[in-house]
């Protein structure tokens, strides 16, 4: 049982790393064989277009043929039993690394000959999401239905996908350093310390979740 964690936020340690390590460490606890990779670490670029994945006879038929940092990841992650995709929500969205690996990972997968009958291998996934966002704005500003559009584009590849979202997180340690001032920095301490660990149980159960079953 193989998962891999792909974190798509450009800050190590922060956030969204620490919900993947947290899910990895789930993982292993039940005897997974786990991997992290950054993907700001990575020089990379998104699906061109090429259509070589969707080529007659060709053998690169449901593969990506791009070459560059991210070709060996996607043949891990082809061979991988689970994968746990993480990324900040920069401007309402996945951050932009996060959206070009999905266009690279996902697109090769699309059958056009048949929507229904996509080329992916079976796979468990799941989607971490860190935002400034609080919980009861989610629905208002639009971000539940961005959540549910990655949530549908999983399922439909690779049958399943568990969100797990952590909301009005602590952007930065001392907020008295930087003009910061629309936010509550001690109710933002408050909540890093108290709800920010309940989020890294999530995740931990995430990774028990992912590595149980294929
Ligand atoms: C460029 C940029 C844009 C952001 N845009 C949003 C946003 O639209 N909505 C939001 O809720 N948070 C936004 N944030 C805050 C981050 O999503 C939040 O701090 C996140 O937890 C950071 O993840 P990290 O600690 O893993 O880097 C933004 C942060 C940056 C740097």
Redesign the pocket.
């Known amino acids: 049982m193989k998962v891999i964690a792909i974190n798509g936020?450009?800050?190590k340690n922060?956030?969204?790393?620490t919900l993947l390590k947290k899910t990895l460490e789930g993982a292993a606890s039940v005897g997974a064989e786990t991997e992290i990779v950054h993907l700001y670490d990575l020089t990379f670029r998104g699906c061109v277009s090429c259509l070589a994945c969707k080529l007659q006879n060709g053998k690169s038929l449901g593969r990506c043929v791009l070459k560059d940092d991210l070709s060996p990841v996607l043949a891990r992650l082809h061979e991988a039993d689970a994968v746990v995709m993480g990324s900040?929500?920069?401007?309402?969205e996945v951050t932009g690394e996060m959206r070009c690996f999905i266009e690279r990972f996902v697109f090769q997968y699309l059958n056009y000959d048949n929507f229904s009958q996509p080329l992916s291998p079976a796979k468990k996934t799941a989607m971490i999401y860190?935002?400034?966002?609080p919980e009861e704005m989610l629905d208002k500003i639009g971000y539940t239905a961005m959540f549910k559009r990655y949530e549908d584009i999983m399922i439909r590849f690779f049958g399943n996908c568990t969100p797990l979202l952590?909301t009005n997180?602590m952007?930065v340690k001392d907020y008295s350093r930087y003009h910061l001032g629309a936010f509550d920095a001690d109710a933002k301490k408050l909540r890093h310390e108290t709800v920010f660990p309940q989020d890294c149980q999530k995740a931990f159960d995430l990774g028990v979740q992912l590595a149980a079953s294929k």
Not at 14 to 17: A, P
Not at 88 to 92: A, G, K, L, R, V
Not at 130 to 133: D, F, G, P, R, Y
């Open positions: 936020s450009p800050r922060w956030n969204t790393d900040p929500i920069y401007f309402s860190t935002m400034n966002c952590s997180t952007q």
